[in-house]
């Protein structure tokens, strides 16, 4: 796996968690909107090397 390969993967990742928020504000599960934006949010700032 390239760097490139682990960089799209870790994106994918944090992009799916920011739609998982983004369906769980429509049912106004709001505790699950902040983990989701929390796990998406630790994704981009951890894998940055």
């Given amino acids: 796996m390239?760097?490139?390969d682990k960089i799209r993967y870790w994106?994918?990742?944090?992009?799916?968690d920011?739609?998982?928020?983004?369906?769980m504000m429509q049912g106004k599960f709001y505790l699950y909107v902040a983990f989701m934006c929390h796990q998406s949010h630790a994704i981009l700032?951890?894998?940055r090397n």
Avoid: H, P, Q, W
């Fill in 18 to 23: 920011l739609k998982v928020a983004d369906a």
């Fill in 45 to 47: 700032t951890i894998n």
């Fill in 2 to 4: 390239t760097n490139e």
């Fill in 11 to 16: 994106l994918d990742l944090s992009d799916k």
